[in-house]
């Protein structure tokens, strides 16, 4: 049996299958990440590879980003990047997100069927992925994701700006509230430790309040004219509703 060279499968893939797709929609490359801007908004999609990848196996992910030029400037003071890349975006997921299967990796290794995977592949970017961008090219609609029973992963400042951005600051302050009052309530801090044997070692603090959060929501709330109100059981160190 030929020796298959796994890297080279792989930049077959991107190349012959995910980069035409791309292309097709306007989106431009850069290594394994793809742009393109819309309506206003800009609209990523990234290739990540797993950092435990070796010659002899590989594995890989879709992310897909949905980003807006004013919230961006808001949250963080300056402008856009040229080619921003799927983690500077407000709203993100990964493809598997779409399909219902949650985290969706695709593996290519000896076992695999290199013409499967890509025909998979191509029907997986053209079932859920184009439709996607296609849709949520209007902004409006990302209100939709905060519907959903498993939200796409938004900053919180993302989120309270696209919700008062598009008509819905009531929510917009319920969220606020709500985020404020679950940052007062003490939390363990919790660490693991990932051994080279699978262990997972894992360790917790005693409950405490990361009063350096708590004063980021508050300053946030001032700046943009929210009431807070706190909770009964959350009403310590002096805090009033």
């Given at each position: 049996?030929?020796?298959?060279?796994?890297?080279?499968?792989f930049?077959?893939?991107?190349?012959?299958?995910?980069?035409?797709i791309?292309?097709?929609?306007?989106?431009?490359?850069?290594g394994?990440?793809?742009?393109?801007?819309?309506?206003?908004?800009?609209?990523?999609?990234?290739?990540?590879?797993?950092?435990?990848?070796?010659?002899?196996?590989?594995?890989?992910?879709?992310?897909?980003?949905?980003i807006?030029?004013?919230?961006?400037?808001?949250?963080y003071?300056?402008?856009?990047?040229?080619?921003?890349?799927?983690?500077?975006?407000?709203?993100?997921?990964?493809?598997?997100?779409?399909?219902?299967?949650?985290?969706?990796?695709?593996?290519?290794?000896?076992?695999?069927?290199?013409?499967?995977?890509?025909?998979?592949?191509?029907?997986?970017?053209?079932?859920?992925?184009?439709?996607?961008?296609?849709?949520?090219?209007?902004?409006?609609?990302?209100?939709?994701?905060?519907?959903?029973?498993?939200?796409?992963?938004?900053?919180?400042?993302?989120?309270?700006?696209?919700?008062?951005r598009?008509?819905?600051?009531?929510?917009?302050?319920?969220?606020?509230?709500?985020l404020?009052n679950?940052?007062?309530t003490?939390?363990?801090?919790?660490k693991?430790?990932?051994?080279?044997?699978?262990?997972?070692?894992?360790?917790?603090?005693?409950?405490?309040?990361?009063?350096?959060?708590?004063?980021?929501l508050?300053?946030?709330a001032?700046?943009?004219?929210?009431?807070?109100?706190i909770t009964?059981?959350?009403?310590?160190?002096?805090?009033?509703?």
């Amino acid at each position: 049996m030929t020796d298959r060279d796994f890297k080279i499968e792989f930049d077959t893939l991107v190349k012959e299958i995910v980069t035409p797709i791309f292309q097709r929609l306007g989106f431009k490359k850069n290594g394994n990440n793809f742009y393109r801007e819309i309506n206003g908004i800009g609209q990523t999609f990234n290739v990540q590879q797993s950092q435990w990848n070796s010659k002899d196996d590989k594995t890989f992910v879709f992310n897909l980003g949905l980003i807006d030029k004013e919230t961006y400037s808001e949250i963080y003071n300056k402008e856009l990047p040229k080619f921003p890349k799927e983690y500077d975006c407000e709203i993100r997921l990964r493809l598997g997100h779409l399909m219902n299967k949650g985290d969706k990796w695709y593996d290519l290794n000896k076992r695999t069927d290199f013409s499967k995977l890509k025909e998979q592949i191509n029907h997986d970017l053209e079932t859920f992925a184009v439709p996607f961008y296609e849709k949520y090219s209007d902004p409006k609609k990302w209100l939709e994701f905060f519907e959903w029973k498993y939200e796409p992963l938004t900053s919180p400042i993302g989120k309270f700006l696209i919700l008062e951005r598009y008509g819905q600051r009531d929510k917009a302050e319920i969220f606020w509230n709500k985020l404020y009052n679950e940052a007062l309530t003490p939390k363990p801090n919790v660490k693991e430790i990932h051994t080279k044997n699978g262990e997972i070692i894992r360790t917790e603090s005693e409950p405490t309040v990361n009063k350096e959060w708590v004063g980021r929501l508050e300053d946030f709330a001032k700046r943009k004219n929210v009431e807070l109100k706190i909770t009964p059981h959350n009403r310590v160190d002096g805090r009033e509703p």
